[in-house]
């Protein structure tokens, strides 16, 4: 039955409270539901594939009371977000080589509902893990989630692994 | 990492065109799935749990010419009706023995959402896995589907899996 590994695509973001490179609580709790009830003892079986999309103007809103004064100013701030995208990439990417599963992680911008749909399709994963901050009907209103939105029109399976009780901090909002 | 096997619930029904015992598509092709990219070779890791729900008003309208002349009629009525959804089981359970997965199946009978929620908050399984038959939005609105109901409102995480384009009948009611 083995051949092939699984691969399974997560979607991984960044902590709201404590930023890049800090994998959010939801992230990384998906990760390791998925390793400890999926993945388990069979490491050869399955193969990690982590997108991390940023958003343009999230990362833009930190640089406010920056100040541009040539091209290369901004070309700084391009490589500078990257920078912390990668630093996100590489906690799931080290995490994975101490376990022993095989992995790939890539950063795209963008929106990220509209990005990880079309990142399923050009990958074709075998399955979606999504993490949930798992917020009350009355916030999501306002909140909006990605997890929802992938579930809905991703093109594979998607599993919504949602945080638990004690990891969640006072402000559901907060991940 | 491995200790207690990681419980996977999946809600199987009959299909709509071939009636009891046979399983729907979509309930056959998300068993099979699981076993090919979740379960691997990985057979001692994992246990199923198959809940069948029974729905009253479905099996009554087979029994609309019957004649009923003593409370036994109805008594031999609800067994045949169990009879019928635990061969359903048999068949899951037959697949399991032969692989060599542990597995528990039962029946219930009600609304399928319903029960099935409530199943999970009783039983508390790792994950559920419910079969889709991937149905459109313009039907969606008239038929309704269980999958998206659970993938809501179950209190674990949940798993859809469609079926795939060569095994979806030419109505796509049809399971």
């Known amino acids: 039955m083995e051949g092939e590994p699984t691969r399974i ?5 960044q902590s709201t ?10 992230s990384s709790r998906a990760f390791e539901w998925t390793l400890q ?10 193969k990690f594939l982590f997108l991390h999309v940023q958003v343009p103007d999230e990362d833009g809103f930190d640089d406010v009371d920056s100040i541009f004064a040539s091209p290369d100013d901004f070309k700084d701030l391009k490589q500078r ?13 080290n995490r994975c080589h101490e376990i022993g599963v095989a992995c ?18 050009r990958v074709q994963p075998d399955f979606l893990v999504v993490g949930s901050r ?3 009907r009355f916030k999501r209103v306002f909140v909006g989630t990605v997890s929802e939105f992938c579930a809905k ?3 594979c399976p998607v599993i919504t692994v949602k ?7 006072e402000d559901h909002v907060d991940d």
């Not at 977000?81 to 990417?93: K, M, P, S, T």
């Not at 963008?110 to 749909?117: A, H, N, R």
């Not at 945080?163 to 901090?169: A, G, L, N």
Request: hydrophobic share 40%; charged share 25%; with cysteine.
């Open 153 to 155: 029109h991703a093109e």
């Open 9 to 13: 695509m997560l979607a991984v973001n």
């Open 81 to 93: 977000d990257n920078a912390r995208g990668l630093q996100l990439l590489e906690f799931f990417v």
């Open 134 to 136: 798992g917020i009350g």
């Open 37 to 46: 009830k999926i993945v388990r003892s069979n490491t050869s079986g399955f």
């Open 163 to 169: 945080r638990t009780v004690d990891e969640t901090p």
């Open 104 to 121: 790939e992680a890539w950063l795209k911008k963008g929106d990220p509902t509209e990005v990880i749909c079309l990142e399923v399709k």
């Open 17 to 26: 409270i404590k930023g890049y490179p800090h994998a959010s609580i939801s």
